[in-house]
């Protein structure tokens, strides 16, 4: 190759480089190593980690484990969809341009809003994208965050809006109060509330939205947790203008916090405004129905410093998962699922009401709760974790330094939660708190 | 067919094909014309709610949601999978994109429960294997880019500019330089480079690039002021180019008070081989799903860790690792930290795994082996093809991806899109097409490490004797094109002019004017 080339050797293909700069080191790094002995040295990393499958589990606040049927995992390991790039040549991408059709469908229908796009990095993400786009739409400035915003969404909206002064971020609400509707005035251009809450509270969205609409704000409608979309009232139907979720919950396992599924759905008229890829129908030149991705002039590879984002890759293999557990459960599975988490929820929560020593602040939830503890939560949620029982999130381990959050805990119960789970869990409060 | 609700089949038939479609070719219709709200494929039992702690915020509106049984759901997404290219079943020379194979161990090892079934807010106790990795990881990308911090966190490339450019901007306000507002991009730069530095505020002031397709000190030079914060050079270039200058540039860019933030989409091209640390690089995003083999996924989920500068490292953001007396620590929060946080958790564990497999499988050496098969596979396409081809920038090798330009079909009748849709009837994924934008009627095709001689003989052939087709006026082999693919050509503008974004249910659309 290096004849037809006409190069003496491979060096000659790097003449570009500066000579001090080509291989001029040593690596401080392994040799290439045989797939048994590396897949050792993963297994022993993996095997010092407690899995959520180890013993009783209620860790949520933004991530949750729940189950993934076999297929889904089987069918998005295919090649065809593993090792298949962007659809930008649809004739020979209608498997993925399809399923995101699909997948925009489901997510429309779930949200109750009219559209959807093909899917953002991540819930935070999403948030801050929400924002920005609320505010093109509005031409306004001001962004309210209620207090029952998950605080990491709350910093990545912070970060992204650098010392914006008109960033309002309300402080943490751990009882569900909310003072998020006084804060609204004509400069507003949305404000963001999460339901069921940080804590698990459930947000009232449609005094929200008509609250915000009566001095032309929008409101911004963030879900952690997707399964509680089964049960709960669709936040399009309450009047939510722009609905961005975490799509983890359905078809994606909990992977130490990524890859995770934003998913952002709107109202018909704001399309041009919303971030991230779309996928839409049209035909091909024989006349049949085929996929594209459409609406590409919002996007940053033909609008560069103009685009709505600088976003280009979505989580395109993590809305397939997503889509294929959708469609294996329907309705009818989506329901169920959904019933089963609320009534495992009230089990802990009932259960948890009988500990001395622990009061549970919510009075709605979904499949999620808050506790006070007799103790600081974050080294009783470790003891609990030496006994084996990862017991859910201290919300001082988001909110640092709030001495209103110190001795509170936020648990989560899913369909895998058992009655043993939750024996094992009282009774290891009851002797900790004793 | 008959089903019970769980999806579990009661009687013949119950795979359900309605779909049409020739051979081996399927016609796949909608999952919402194939299944209906009353069946599901999982199974789970129903519970009484007798009562509930919803304070009256119950569903009401209806969802209408298709469900598939267990057979019908796995076989909608095989038949839809075949309607695919993919990696695996053929070359994929899209240039600047790095379609390389992707290792079934990274797949594996991304798997174990220890892995894909922890939480990312359990006690950090209970997570100290998955702390070591990221710290490893980190080891291996500082290693190999002779940097002094990473930022793991970001999701993927465009990501992890936002975050480079981020710390440039948190950097140069901590110096009371916050009135420098503008950033230098080439032209020849991804389009997410100048969509990155609007976002944050910044004006961006193009450089042209040389006829040789590299970038100018001197143009560098004549652009800087007092006013420039930063600027943003892809290297290897989007041409495929290694900037030649880029030492002095670096030097350049410093002298004048500003930093220099390297778009890495191209570092699989010199992993190994160069160390960017060394050229005077304040900030670099990696693209793991690019350079260390993690899938694409038919468009992500991607990774885009940025590693930084000794003069930036202040400025990374939380989530990082820390080495404390009983193990590691994991940071979360920072007082007056200049840049918070820019995501929830700790970022793409999941690609993390992948990835690391992907280095320790390779090591140093088998890094820089495949960076430099990548680059002579390139100039080995180039070389067989540049006598039929145009070829922008012949004044120096290419790096890893071959750069051609359209004015080889000038007066075929045949435009630079036409010939990649010839080129899917032929088994090929066309190479990226009309980018970098410097070129007119670019054609980047980046082949990898991963393909064969044969392939690229193959590969070579069809394109020479396309190349030669359209000289010879057949037009109609690229005009019509693609014939074979699952679609014709789709009609983009109808797509963009009527948009139709999900699927309704035909009794609730709209009459049809008509």
């Known amino acids: 190759m290096l004849g037809v080339i006409g190069a003496p050797d491979i060096d000659a293909l790097f003449s570009a480089v500066p000579k001090p700069a080509l291989k001029n080191f040593s690596l401080d790094l392994p040799a290439h190593s045989p797939e048994f002995l590396v897949e050792a040295h993963m297994r022993a990393l993996a095997g010092r980690n407690h899995a959520a499958g180890d013993g009783p589990f209620f860790v949520g606040a933004g991530a949750y484990r729940h189950h993934i049927p076999a297929t889904v995992d089987h069918l998005i390991q295919r090649s065809e969809w593993l090792t298949a790039y962007t659809p930008y040549q649809p004739e020979i991408s209608q498997g993925t341009l399809q399923m995101l059709f699909e997948f925009q469908t489901q997510v429309a229908k779930i949200t109750g809003m009219d559209v959807a796009n093909a899917s953002l990095y991540d819930g935070s993400t999403g948030t801050a994208e929400a924002v920005l786009m609320a505010r093109r739409l509005t031409r306004k400035n001001k962004i309210v965050l209620s207090g029952g915003l998950h605080p990491h969404y709350r910093d990545v909206v912070k970060a992204y809006l650098k010392d914006d002064p008109d960033l309002v971020c309300l402080s943490p609400s751990p009882e569900g109060q909310g003072d998020i509707l006084e804060q609204i005035d004509g400069n507003t251009a949305a404000i963001v509330i999460q339901t069921p809450d940080f804590y698990g509270h459930l947000r009232d969205l449609k005094s929200a939205a008509d609250a915000a609409h009566a001095q032309g704000a929008l409101l911004i409608v963030v879900v952690t947790e997707v399964v509680s979309l089964g049960l709960l009232e669709a936040p399009g139907a309450l009047g939510a203008d722009i609905v961005v979720a975490e799509g983890q919950s359905i078809g994606n396992a909990l992977n130490f916090g990524g890859p995770y599924l934003g998913l952002m759905a709107t109202r018909r008229d704001f399309i041009r405004q919303m971030p991230g890829r779309l996928c839409g129908e049209t035909v091909d030149a024989d006349g049949n129905r085929g996929f594209v991705l459409t609406l590409s002039t919002r996007e940053q590879h033909i609008r560069r410093e103009k685009a709505t984002s600088n976003i280009c890759t979505n989580s395109g293999l993590c809305a397939l998962a997503f889509s294929i557990h959708m469609a294996l459960l329907g309705e009818a599975g989506f329901t169920r699922l959904a019933r089963l988490n609320h009534a495992n929820a009230i089990r802990l929560a009932d259960a948890l009401a009988g500990v001395p020593g622990v009061e549970v602040l919510n009075k709605t939830f979904f499949n999620e709760m808050t506790i006070r503890t007799a103790q600081p939560a974050a080294g009783l949620v470790e003891r609990l974790a030496r006994r084996g029982i990862l017991a859910g999130v201290p919300a001082s381990r988001l909110l640092p330094g709030d001495p209103e959050v110190e001795n509170l805990i936020i648990l989560a119960a899913t369909e895998l939660t058992t009655e043993a789970d939750i024996a094992a869990l009282v009774a290891a409060l009851m002797e900790e708190l004793a | ?514």
């Open chain 2, 1 to 514: 067919m008959s089903m019970n609700n769980q999806g579990r089949p009661t009687g013949v038939g119950t795979a359900g094909t309605i779909a049409s479609g020739s051979a081996l070719l399927p016609d796949e219709p909608l999952l919402f014309e194939i299944g209906d709200t009353e069946h599901s494929g999982v199974d789970l039992p129903e519970v009484d709610l007798a009562e509930d702690r919803l304070g009256g915020f119950a569903r009401k509106s209806k969802l209408d949601l298709a469900g598939l049984t267990e057979p019908e759901a796995m076989r909608h997404y095989v038949r839809l999978s075949r309607l695919n290219h993919s990696i695996d079943s053929g070359m994929y020379p899209l240039g600047s994109c790095t379609m390389k194979h992707n290792p079934r161990l990274n797949e594996k090892m991304a798997r174990l429960p220890g892995f894909s079934d922890i939480h990312p807010l359990q006690p950090v106790s209970t997570v100290q294997g998955a702390l070591e990795l990221m710290n490893q990881l980190s080891h291996w990308l500082m290693t190999l880019t002779n940097t002094a911090a990473v930022a793991l966190s970001p999701k993927a490339g465009a990501h992890g500019e936002l975050l480079g450019m981020m710390a440039i901007k948190a950097a140069q306000e901590a110096k009371g330089e916050a009135h420098r507002k503008i950033v230098l991009v080439p032209e020849s730069a991804h389009g997410t480079n100048p969509a990155t530095a609007a976002f944050l505020g910044y004006s961006v002031k193009p450089v042209p690039a040389r006829d040789d397709g590299t970038v100018d000190v001197e143009a560098v030079k004549a652009a800087l002021s007092p006013e420039v914060a930063a600027i943003m050079l892809t290297n290897p270039n989007t041409c495929g180019l290694f900037e030649p200058q880029v030492i002095e540039i670096a030097r350049a860019v410093h002298e004048a008070g500003a930093f220099f933030y390297c778009d890495g989409a191209n570092f699989n091209a010199i992993m190994g081989v160069v160390r960017p640390g060394d050229l005077g690089i304040d900030a670099m995003h990696i693209n793991l799903h690019k350079t260390f083999s993690t899938p694409h996924g038919g468009g992500g989920p991607g990774a885009g860790p940025v590693v930084l500068s000794e003069a930036l490292a202040p400025f990374a953001p939380v989530p990082f690792i820390k080495r404390v007396q009983d193990g590691l620590d994991l940071v979360e929060h920072v007082e007056e930290q200049a840049l918070g946080r820019v995501t929830a958790f700790h970022g793409q564990m999941g690609m993390y795994v992948r990835a690391l497999t992907y280095m320790l499988s390779h090591g140093a050496d088998g890094l820089a082996q495949a960076a430099e098969d990548a680059v002579l596979n390139a100039n080995y396409i180039k070389a067989r093809l540049e006598h039929l081809f145009s070829v922008p920038f012949p004044d120096y090798p290419t790096m890893h991806e071959a750069l051609f330009d359209d004015s080889f079909l000038k007066g075929t009748g045949v435009s630079t899109l036409d010939f990649a849709k010839a080129m899917i009837d032929e088994g090929f994924h066309p190479m990226t097409m009309y980018f970098p934008l410097v070129v007119h009627g670019a054609m980047l095709v980046e082949p990898t490490e991963s393909e064969s001689k044969q392939t690229l003989d193959r590969f070579c052939d069809v394109m020479a004797d396309l190349a030669s087709d359209a000289k010879a006026g057949n037009t109609e082999r690229f005009t019509a094109a693609p014939m074979k693919a699952p679609r014709r050509r789709l009609d983009e503008t109808r797509a963009a002019r009527q948009p139709v974004l999900k699927w309704e249910r035909p009794d609730d659309l709209p009459q049809a004017a008509e």
